[in-house]
C-alpha cells in the first residue's frame, strides 16, 4: 500500500514536564534495577540487568508512595512498584499495565503492593501474559494525572531516566499520528 494511502490513527502520550513517552513510566523495584544495572561496568548486554535484578532482589524493601489521581484521589501505601502506562508493556514484552489503550486518554497505572521476595518471583512470570493482575497485591488504577511521591526513588520513562520522585505526568489525549495497520 502506497504511505499516501495509509490510515493513520491519533494516540496519546504522556509527559512530565517537557519530557513525553510513549508506553510506560516506572518507579520502584524495576527502577532500582535500571538504576543499578545503569551504574555497572561489567558485564554487557542484558545479563548486567539480570545481575542487577538479583542483587535488588536480595536488598529490595517496599516503599512508601503518595500517589494522587487526577489532582484529587490520594492513596498512601506500601509498593514494590508504581507503573503509569499509556501502552501495556515495556522492558521487552512485560505487560505490567495490560489494559492500557493508548487512545483513551486515561493512563493505567498499576500498583504492586508490598510483597515477599518469593511472591515476587512467583508472579513476575505472569507479567508476560499480563495475568499477574489478578494477584491479590496489585491494584491498577485509571487517571488522565497522576502524581508519585516517594523517597529514594527514580521514574523511567520508556526506559530512559526522568529524575527522582516526586513526578507528575499527564496524559496528553491524540498527541500524535501514527500509521495503522
Known amino acids: 500500500m502506497p504511505l499516501k494511502a495509509a490510515r493513520t490513527r ?3 502520550l504522556g509527559r512530565v514536564g517537557g519530557t513525553w513517552f510513549g508506553t510506560v513510566l516506572a518507579s520502584g523495584f524495576d527502577s532500582r534495577v535500571n538504576d543499578r544495572g545503569n551504574r555497572m561496568r561489567w558485564p554487557a548486554g542484558r545479563f548486567k540487568y539480570d545481575l542487577a535484578m538479583a542483587a535488588e532482589l536480595a536488598a529490595f524493601k517496599p516503599v512508601p508512595y503518595r500517589i494522587t489521581l487526577d489532582g484529587g484521589d490520594v492513596h498512601e501505601t506500601e509498593a514494590t512498584l508504581v507503573a503509569v502506562g499509556n501502552g501495556s508493556s515495556y522492558g521487552g514484552g512485560m505487560r505490567i499495565c495490560a489494559g492500557a489503550e493508548p487512545d483513551d486518554g486515561l493512563f493505567d497505572i498499576t500498583v504492586v ?3 515477599s521476595r518469593t511472591t515476587l518471583l512467583k508472579v513476575f512470570p505472569r507479567v508476560y501474559k499480563g495475568t ?3 494477584h491479590p497485591a496489585v491494584t491498577v488504577h485509571r487517571a488522565a494525572t497522576v502524581e508519585l511521591v ?3 526513588t527514580t521514574g523511567y520513562a520508556d526506559g530512559e531516566p526522568l529524575g527522582a520522585l516526586p513526578l507528575t505526568a499527564e496524559c496528553v489525549p491524540g498527541a500524535v499520528r501514527v500509521l495503522a495497520p
Do not use: M, R, V
Open 10 to 12: 491519533s494516540i496519546d
Open 113 to 115: 503492593g508490598p510483597c
Open 132 to 134: 499477574h493482575l489478578d
Open 150 to 152: 516517594a523517597p529514594g
